[in-house]
């Protein structure tokens, strides 16, 4: 049979893995840090008897947009902003330390400072941050947390700790599944001092809903093309056994 089949269907089937990709960032356009997946295709080459002169579609999510985002006024205490395309160090659900720009901070019931998915924030000497039972807390443009212990005067006020933030190579690092930022070899990353921070901002996805729409559209005309091709070639093969039969 005509290798056109294959390459259609190749095609067809790279096509739905490229909408998902554009399917999930427009999902996520209101989530708060989310960054763009990018997804590209590439030609490969169709082996086997007779000459290489097929070629197929190969989709990839070549890397993730880390562009910032729009910083978006809250006015709450614990919603954390970070400027300089700086990353918040976060313990994954694997226990690892991984990287996210999602500041929508809250202390859980064992007085952890977490994100807005209740993965802990490290602080900078590498362990998860646990804040004391207090009455307002405070966190300052280099990530110091202050807090005003209960029942103590608005003078009596105690450094806590102070959120890891991190500059990361944008060619060492990869999304993984749990939408955080890894670093190949999976080895913590050093405490960047210089990099500041917004209290009572958060950082908006920079997702753009328009390209994202206008990328499906695309490509479901592309799905359509390539199952118009396979109709095609099974139509060439049913017209090609009629001859054969004939003759």
Known sequence: MDKVIFVAMSGARENMLAQQTHANNLANVSTTGFKTDLAQA???????????????????????????????????????????GGWLAVT?????????RSGELQVNAAN?????????????????ITIPSAEKIDIGSDGTITIRPLGESAAALAVV?????????????????????HVDGGLPQPADLTLKMRSGYLESSNVN???????IISLSRQFEM??????????????????????
């Open 209 to 215: 809903a328009v390209n994202e729409l206008t990328s």
């Open 92 to 100: 994954g659900m694997d226990g690892k330390e991984a990287y996210t």
């Open 161 to 181: 700790d102070q959120i890891k933030m991190v500059q990361l190579d944008n060619q060492s690092i990869y999304k993984g599944v749990d939408g955080l930022m």
């Open 42 to 84: 590439r030609a490969m080459q169709v082996f086997g008897e007779g000459l290489p002169t097929r070629v197929y579609a190969m989709t990839e999510r070549a890397a993730t947009d880390t562009t910032t985002g729009t910083f978006i006024e809250t006015g709450r205490n614990l919603d954390v902003a970070v400027d300089g």
């Open 226 to 247: 390539n199952i118009k091709m396979m109709k095609t070639a099974e139509e060439n093969s049913t017209a090609a056994t009629k001859i054969l039969q004939l003759s």
């Open 112 to 128: 952890q400072l977490v994100t807005g998915s209740g993965l802990p924030v490290m602080g900078n000497g590498g362990i998860p």
